[in-house]
C-alpha cells in the first residue's frame, strides 16, 4: 500500500489555523451474484449460494481487515438487510454478531443469502489519515451506470472454514459499463460476467472496476499490462498516461530481472471529483497482478503522472515482497482476527525503496533527485517515533500507540532498506546488494512457502553477513537511531544544503492559510510569517482569497488551489481576488516561489564511487 502524504496537512490543520440465481446449496463452490444493474437508494444486491453445509449453525463474515491496508476497516458495516433462505423461500433465523459477521441457524437447509452493499467512498470524511475513513483505493464506489469500484472484499464474504472453497463469481451490469480486472471473465454475455477462484484470497486480491471503456494493453518482457481509467471529466485517459508507464514499467522488469513471473498486471486508476461523496484517500493499494489506484482529477497531467510514478511502481514491487515472500502471517491471513508480522520494514520498506532505487539505476532520475529523497526520507522519519522497534510497531500497528507510527513505514522503513544495501554492497566489493538478497529469500521461500517471523532474521543474516544480522537486532528490532551519515559515508555520500522552491500555501505539514468552517472562505493565515509568495503580492494576515486567475476558490475546491499551485512557474503571471476588510479588490502580479533552504546529501569521497556506483546503478 501507498499513501499520498501532502493531502495530509490539508485535512488535519485546516479546521485549527458504497436477485441472482439461487444455484445449488449442494455443490462445493460458493456462487456470488452481484447486481450492478437494478441498483436502489445507492445500494447493491449480492446474492451468495452456500457449499454444503453440515453444521447447524455457520457464520458468514465480511472481512474487518484485508491484507496490505494495516488497518481496522470493519468492511461489513457497509452491509444492511442480511436474510436466509432455505430451498423453499422461507426465511431462516440470522442473528448480527458484530459489524462484520452473522450467524445463520439451520445452517444444514440453507439455500442462499441475500444483503444490500453501501459503498465506502460515499462515506470518507477525509483523507483516510488518522480517522475512521477506509482508504480509497481499498474502498469501493456505487456510481450507477457510471463507475463501481469492486474491491471483492467490500461485496463477498466467506463462511466460516470454507475459505478454501472455490468461488464462482456472476456480476451483471450495465451493457455500457466494461470490467477492468486480470481475472479472466468466462461469460460471452455483454451485461454479465463470470469469475472463478480457487479459494477467497484469491478473490480478494483481484480488484475489478467498472466504467466506460478506457483502456490500453501492452507487453512488458512477457507481461501483459492493462491499464484502465475513469475520469468523471474525460480530463485524462489510458492513452494519455501510457507512454509514461510503459516506460515507467519496463524499467522496473529489467530492474527485478528473475525475481517476477507474473505473466498479467492490471492498472486501475479511478480518478476523484473531490466531491463530499467521493473518494478522499490518495494513494494505492498492491494485489499480485494488479494495483488499484486513486488520485484527484484536478491534478496536472505532470503531477498526476509523477504521483502514478511514485505509487504504481511501490506497488508493482510488492511482487516480491509479501507477494512472494512472507510470513505464515500473511499466508494465513486472518480476515477478521488478524495476527500482524513483525516485518513491515520489509514488506513496505523494502519496496518502497526499490520504488526510489530503480529510477536512478534505470536512469529515470539524476543522483541529486535520488539524494534528495533521501534526505526527505530522514527528515520525515525523525517526525515520527525514531526509538520505537521496528519488529514491535508493526507486529501491533492495528493499535495504538503503534497505529499512529505506521507511516513511518514509507520513511524509515525505506532507509532500513537502503542501510542493508548499502552494508551487502560494501562486504561483497560492490557485487551484490539487497536485490541480491531478495532473490535469495524468493528462492527460498516463495508464494506458497512463508517463513516464521522469528526466524527471519537469522535466515537473512546466513545469506549475507554478520555485520546484517547486527543492523537487523540492533536497529529494527532494537530502539536505537540508525546512524544514517555513517552508513551513507561508506559510498563516499555527505551531509549537503540546496535551495529548492515550496509550494507557496505550505511548508512540510504547516498551511500559510486557513478555513473558516462557517463561511468555506480561504485567508491568508495573521498568526505567521508569510513568505515571499504572499509578500510580492502584498497579501496580509486576514486577506479572503475568493479567486485565482479568474477561479474562485473556497473549502469545497481548496484541494484544486493546492494541486494547481503545484505546476505554478517562477515569474507565472497571476491574478488574485481577494476581501479585505470587507471589500474586494483584484491584485495583479507575478509569482515569486518561497525557496527553502534543505538539507540533502552529494558524493564528496571520489576513492568510494566505484562502491557508490555499484549501489546506485549495479
Request: net charge negative.
Amino acid at each position: 500500500m501507498k499513501k499520498i502524504l501532502y493531502t495530509l496537512a490539508l485535512a488535519v490543520t485546516f479546521w485549527s489555523c458504497k436477485t441472482g440465481s439461487t444455484g445449488s446449496a449442494k455443490s462445493n463452490t460458493v456462487e456470488v451474484n452481484i447486481n450492478l444493474t437494478d441498483v436502489k437508494d445507492d445500494k447493491v444486491l449480492v446474492t451468495v449460494t452456500p457449499p454444503a453445509i453440515k453444521t447447524d449453525e455457520i457464520v458468514y463474515s465480511i472481512p474487518k481487515t484485508v491484507p496490505g491496508t494495516y488497518s481496522t476497516d470493519n468492511y461489513g458495516k457497509y452491509s444492511e438487510d442480511f436474510k436466509a433462505f432455505d430451498a423453499k423461500g422461507n426465511a431462516l433465523t440470522v442473528k448480527r454478531i458484530n459489524d462484520n459477521s452473522w450467524s445463520i441457524s439451520n445452517a444444514k437447509t440453507l439455500s442462499k443469502i441475500t444483503y444490500l452493499v453501501n459503498d465506502t467512498f460515499d462515506t470518507e470524511k477525509g483523507t483516510g489519515f488518522g480517522n475512521d475513513d477506509v482508504f480509497s483505493p481499498a474502498g469501493t464506489n456505487i456510481n450507477a451506470g457510471v463507475n463501481f469500484m469492486v474491491n471483492t472484499h467490500g461485496f463477498v464474504g466467506y463462511f466460516q472454514d470454507k475459505l478454501d472453497v472455490p468461488y464462482k463469481v456472476t456480476i451483471t451490469h450495465p451493457e455500457t459499463l466494461w470490467g477492468a480486472t486480470s481475472m479472466t471473465d468466462e461469460d460471452d454475455s455483454k451485461t454479465s460476467d463470470v469469475f472463478k477462484t480457487s479459494r477467497y484470497a484469491v478473490l480478494v486480491e483481484n480488484p475489478i472496476m467498472y466504467s466506460k471503456p478506457d483502456y490500453t494493453t501492452f507487453n512488458v518482457n512477457g507481461m501483459d499490462i492493462l491499464i484502465a481509467v475513469y475520469s468523471p471529466t474525460g480530463k485524462f485517459t489510458a492513452e494519455s498516461i501510457t507512454p509514461e508507464m510503459k516506460t515507467m514499467m519496463t524499467a522496473q522488469k529489467n530492474f527485478l530481472g528473475k525475481v517476477n513471473s507474473t505473466k498479467k498486471y492490471t492498472v486501475l486508476l479511478y480518478l476523484s471529483s473531490m466531491a463530499k461523496d467521493d473518494a478522499h484517500g490518495f494513494g494505492a493499494l498492491e494485489h499480485p497482478t494488479a494495483t488499484t489506484v486513486v488520485l484527484p482529477e484536478s491534478m496536472p497531467k505532470e503531477k498526476l503522472v509523477e504521483s502514478m510514478k511514485d505509487v504504481v511502481s511501490h506497488e508493482f514491487f510488492h511482487i516480491v515482497t509479501p507477494l512472494t515472500i512472507h510470513s505464515k502471517e500473511i499466508q494465513f491471513f486472518d480476515y477478521n482476527d488478524p495476527k500482524m508480522s513483525e516485518h513491515l520494514w520489509m514488506y513496505e520498506g523494502v519496496t518502497e525503496y526499490f520504488a526510489n532505487l530503480f529510477q536512478i539505476n534505470q536512469g529515470l532520475i539524476d543522483e541529486a533527485e535520488f539524494y534528495t529523497r533521501i534526505a526527505d526520507k530522514i527528515q520525515q522519519s525523525k517526525s515520527l517515533d525514531d526509538t520505537m522497534s521496528f519488529t514491535k510497531m508493526s507486529a501491533n500497528v492495528l493499535e495504538q500507540p503503534y497505529k499512529d507510527q505506521y507511516l513511518n513505514v514509507y520513511q524509515k522503513g525505506a532507509l532500513i532498506g537502503m542501510c542493508i544495501d548499502i552494508i551487502i554492497r560494501e562486504k561483497s566489493n560492490g557485487e551484490r546488494g539487497i536485490l541480491d538478497l531478495m532473490h535469495k529469500l524468493s528462492n527460498e521461500y516463495g508464494v506458497e512457502k512463508p517463513f516464521n517471523d522469528n526466524e527471519l532474521f537469522a535466515k537473512i543474516t546466513s545469506l549475507t553477513y554478520p555485520e546484517v544480522g547486527e543492523f537487523l537486532t540492533k536497529y529494527v528490532a532494537g530502539t536505537t537511531p540508525i546512524p544514517y551519515d555513517f552508513y551513507l559515508a561508506k559510498v563516499g555520500v555527505a551531509k549537503a544544503k540546496e535551495k529548492k522552491p515550496g509550494n507557496p500555501f505550505l511548508k512540510g505539514q504547516t498551511p500559510y492559510i486557513k478555513v473558516d468552517k462557517a463561511t468555506k472562505e480561504i485567508a491568508v493565515r495573521p498568526d505567521i510569517e508569510i513568505n515571499d509568495f504572499f509578500k510580492n503580492l502584498n497579501l496580509k494576515g486576514n486577506d479572503i482569497i475568493l479567486a485565482v486567475n479568474n477561479k474562485s476558490y473556497n473549502l469545497d475546491n481548496i484541494y484544486d488551489l493546492i494541486t494547481e499551485s503545484e505546476n505554478w512557474k517562477e515569474n507565472d503571471p497571476i491574478s488574485l481576488k481577494v476581501k479585505r476588510n470587507g471589500k474586494e479588490e483584484t491584485i495583479k502580479g507575478t509569482v515569486k516561489l518561497p525557496y527553502e533552504e534543505a538539507e540533502t546529501f552529494k558524493a564528496v569521497d571520489a576513492s568510494r564511487d566505484k562502491l557508490k556506483n555499484a549501489w546506485l546503478k549495479g
